[in-house]
């Protein structure tokens, strides 16, 4: 009987060591792909490292072009001479 | 109206009005990094990788993404008039370098057929067909137009090579002679008298016979809400030849036609709009 129970509190010990073995590998885990993540984005050529403003079309513009068909300006006649501008074929 | 400052881009000349210092130095940069990146004749630009990369699919920028879809967008607005897809047709006219640099004897290759309903748009995924070239100067430098205009927080005016874009009201000279007052939104002209080469072979490419077209119109100038509009209704109007100016009429843009011998026509809608004594054609 005791020796029953000397081996059932040995299974016990051998599992809370399991136990803690599996917590502290999935902390370091974590920990190493953290570091990695962090380490990738601050050394990696392919990612930005300060904020940028990508020169794009503005969404705002582009959903008016995409949403719309094409429209008229408005012209009028001529107010002054002679004019600032002019249009040429490109 | 404010100082005209002017620099050259896009192989043109870029005016613009009402900038401030820091505005200018803007609108010039976003001008370079639009010519950088749509260049067709810089290998490395990011045109020139797609284009390399035919057949295969590629990451390409949001800015690329967003000029690819409005391209799409000005080919479905004019049925395929204004396609991305000229780029091969380009080369196999003899537009294959710089137009400074563009010499006499080309080759003369039959142009492949346009295959815009194969490109491939998803995010920034985007798959061109094998064998196709896309060239999107047709819409990039009016857009890029259109865009430096909002820059200009205090309103102003800016040309490129023609292409117009005002927030405040501008006079324009129009070929040919003569002159309009923009008052809101953009004007264009497009034409095959220019950019000429060789046997009068020019850049404006007719999508269905892929080669440079034969329109019985040298210049049109048509007005648009936006200068992409303005840009995207004159190559279309061109391309159309006599049916040009009812075209634009049924979406109610003025448009303004120079043909031989300096003729000029112009739609009941510019008509109405400038009541010139010029007769209008339907």
Not at chain 1, 38 to 55: D, E, F, Y
Not at chain 2, 34 to 50: I, P
Not at chain 2, 75 to 95: H, K, R, S
């Amino acid at each position: 009987m005791a020796e029953r129970s000397l081996g059932a509190g040995r299974v016990a010990e051998a599992r809370g060591r399991a136990r803690a073995g599996k917590t502290a590998m999935v902390a370091l885990a974590a920990v190493v792909f953290g570091a990695g993540l962090l380490l990738t984005r601050s050394t990696a050529s392919g990612h930005v490292k300060q904020g940028i403003r990508p020169l794009v079309a503005p969404r705002r513009f582009v959903r008016t072009v995409e949403r719309n068909a094409l429209a008229a300006g408005q012209i009028a006649p001529p107010q002054q001479a002679p004019p600032q501008a002019s249009t040429s074929q490109s | 109206m404010s100082e005209i400052q002017r620099f050259p881009a896009m192989g043109c000349e870029v005016l613009v009005a009402g900038a401030d210092e820091d505005e200018l130095a803007a609108v010039r940069e976003l001008f370079r990094e639009r010519e950088r990146r749509f260049s067709r004749f810089s290998e490395r630009s990011e045109l020139q990788r797609v284009n390399r990369r035919a057949g295969r699919p590629v990451v390409v920028s949001e800015d690329f993404a967003a000029m690819v879809r409005l391209s799409l967008w000005a080919a479905e607005q004019t049925q395929g008039l204004v396609d991305p897809t000229i780029g091969a047709a380009l080369i196999a006219a003899g537009y294959d370098r710089d137009f400074r640099l563009l010499a006499q004897g080309m080759p003369s290759s039959p142009a492949a057929a346009p295959r815009r309903s194969d490109i491939s748009l998803c995010g920034r995924l985007l798959t061109v067909p094998p064998g196709t070239a896309l060239d999107l100067n047709g819409v990039v430098k009016s857009a890029t137009v259109d865009e430096a205009l909002a820059l200009l927080r205090g309103g102003g005016w800016v040309s490129a090579g023609g292409d117009m874009a005002t927030s405040g009201g501008v006079g324009v000279a129009l070929p040919g002679g003569g002159h309009v007052h923009l008052a809101a939104g953009g004007i264009a002209t497009s034409g095959r008298t220019r950019r000429t080469w060789s046997d009068g072979r020019h850049h404006l490419i007719d999508p269905a016979t892929g080669r440079p077209s034969r329109s019985a119109w040298e210049q049109v100038t048509a007005c648009g809400a936006t200068c992409v509009d303005a840009d995207v209704a004159a190559k279309a109007a061109l391309l159309l030849g006599e049916s040009g100016p009812a075209w634009l009429d049924e979406r109610g843009i003025p448009g303004r036609f120079v043909a031989g011998e300096g003729r000029i026509a112009v739609n009941l809608a510019w008509a109405a709009a400038v009541q010139e004594p010029e007769a209008a054609c339907t």
